[in-house]
């Protein structure tokens, strides 16, 4: 049998399924480098696929669906504090909004509260401070899902807002997400075509 060094690094994600192939070469194989690059690969896939679950389905949406006719019980978050903002979300709030407007909040202190509140049950809505395509794109690549947009007064501004948060050719939304928090810093591939149908948007009709 095939000896592993168990001084290399690696994290065992997942189980490698091995092919007849697999196997052959594994027989050929001495330092059980092979095994090791096999397992590797298989939790890499088993990442990506996780990451894609989780990517296509919105997390407001689903919290909808699961409630059915029993409305879900939500907050708002006016208080810039990581802190505050994780404190909200034990509370037992099934969403919360984490607002922009109102707020002294910047993108990076957005990316701190939306990393708090991942730890709690409650699911983040980031109500952007305007209906302008350049902050809703840099929201969304900092890892939002569920966007609200403010004072939206005609039909021309909604159909704006739903462009600003869909990449060409149906929509405006800048591209860069590879480098971004929202594709996992690219963990997941298949973010640019699939984030579309992955992003919730909600428009506040306001006079």
Excluded at 122 to 143: E, F, I, Q, S
């Amino acid at each position: 049998m095939s000896r592993i060094d168990e001084s290399r690094p690696f994290i065992p994600v997942g189980i490698a399924v091995l092919t007849v192939s697999d196997t052959r070469s594994l027989a050929d194989d001495k330092s059980g480098d092979t095994l090791v690059a096999r397992i590797k690969e298989a939790g890499h896939r088993l990442v990506a696929r996780a990451i894609a679950k989780d990517t296509q389905m919105n997390p407001f949406r689903q919290m909808l669906r699961a409630h059915g006719a029993k409305p879900p019980i939500g907050t708002w978050v006016m208080s810039a504090s990581p802190i505050v903002a994780e404190a909200i979300g034990t509370a037992g709030f099934d969403w919360g909004v984490i607002d922009m407007e109102h707020t002294p909040l910047d993108l990076m202190d957005l990316v701190h509260m939306l990393q708090a509140v991942g730890n709690t049950r409650m699911v983040p809505v980031v109500r952007v401070p305007w209906n302008d395509a350049v902050t809703v794109k840099r929201v969304l690549d900092a890892g939002a899902t569920t966007v609200l947009f403010p004072y939206v007064q005609t039909a021309d501004e909604a159909r704006r807002a739903v462009a600003a948060t869909r990449y060409p050719p149906r929509g405006v939304r800048g591209v860069g997400s590879g480098l971004a928090r929202s594709s996992r810093w690219s963990a997941y591939p298949n973010y640019l075509h699939e984030a579309d149908d992955s992003i919730c948007l909600r428009v506040q009709g306001e006079t």
